[in-house]
């Protein structure tokens, strides 16, 4: 993939549509014929034992946004107060040996992992272990650098509420360190190659805070990866045993875990990333991988660097699940408080900069939430083999979507798709 492209999608990735335009549906003669020519086209897998009449036409929704797209494995599943009630896979999980998606296969989500992470921290907070005002490096004392190495002061000011909303002062203006430091760091402290997301940290914390904390509003998946870090410290385990016995496994997302890079290290259920000639070929991150590989593959990236703002993989089922639970919804499994909840979607410490977003939506903590419509979501791309979404709706209904394949008009795929999923599926949403 262009350089270019890695750093533009870095500061997207939270770039949700929380308010959607009326999407109408084509009733015409040739309309249904080109539904059904769609239908055709690609395999569609539903789960069975589901009541979901009222929501079946996702499917031609859904195949349209593919086909338009050229996109051959997606997934869409849809909850109401934690119960299923809509899971389909479309398409081919690998094209070329025509194996199809199911509802158990796995994608990458990208950036739709920081909502995971954010209600990580929530359960932390709500144990009485940390409060967002806590100094991150009061936390993460052996992150400091060591004796004689430069640190700025700044740093030391830095909020878990800074980091959770984006406004911690590190900046993506000279390349995101979550991509820039994985030969770099790994160097500096004469580690296998790429590096660590600690690591990672531990480096750029010899660098200067690029402005001063919670004067503006700038995504950063590094702040999330000292996230995870701050999880790890406080819990006393590691970043992924936390989550998934702390959220995921009791929320039921059972299969969710964090994704590897290389191509020879991907779950037996994971489906094919599909860069499509897109990315760039190149030099893989892994410094024993023998030949030049694609961008999906570790030409950019290191998925295991990504855990705490990028590295998991799901189903749309299992997002689903996740956010009934995170939401409240559940009754089986409720992850918050809604006082914990109430504190994880306040308004920011940085007001949000004023858009033509009529919602009034905002960054909070690890969602994009607009208060008129009580929706929370957020979205996740990476390189030019990994979308999704997930959402929560009022009246305790939630959606996700997950695919194999990013188109290259990135910013304009997101804002026609999103939107029409979610519309089509908030004007039912009261008959499901």
Known sequence: MRTSSIKVMT??????VLLSPIFTEDTSQAAFAAKKSEKASLPVTSRTGLDSSKLDKLDDLMLRVMKANDIYAGQLAVSKNGKLVYSRAFGFADKEHKVDTTCDSLFRIASSSKPITAVAIMTLVQQGKLTVEDKALDILKDYKPAAGEPFDPKLQTITVRHLLEHTSGFSNEKGDPQFEYLRLAAQKYSLPQPASPQAIVRYRLT??????????????????????RIIEKVSGEDYETYVKKNVLRPAGANAMALGHTRLVEMSPLEV???????????????????????ASYGSSFSQEAMDAHGGWLASA???VKFVAAADGSNSSCKLLTPDTISLMLAPPEV???????????????????????????HSGALTFGTASFVCHLADGVQVAAVFNHLPENFPKFFEEMQPKIIDFVEKRKSKI
């Open 11 to 16: 500061s997207f990735f939270c770039a949700t």
């Open 207 to 228: 660098k200067p805070l690029d402005r001063d904390p919670a004067t503006k509003y700038e995504y950063s998946n590094f702040g999330y990866n000292m996230l995870g």
């Open 272 to 294: 094919f990333y599909d860069d499509r000639g897109i990315g760039d070929r190149g030099w893989s991150v892994y410094a024993a991988e023998p030949e030049q590989v694609a």
């Open 317 to 319: 089922e299992d997002l």
């Open 351 to 377: 007001a949000p900069v004023k858009t033509k977003n009529k919602s009034g939506s905002y960054y909070a903590k690890g969602w994009n939430f607009a208060p008129k419509t009580g929706q929370w979501a």
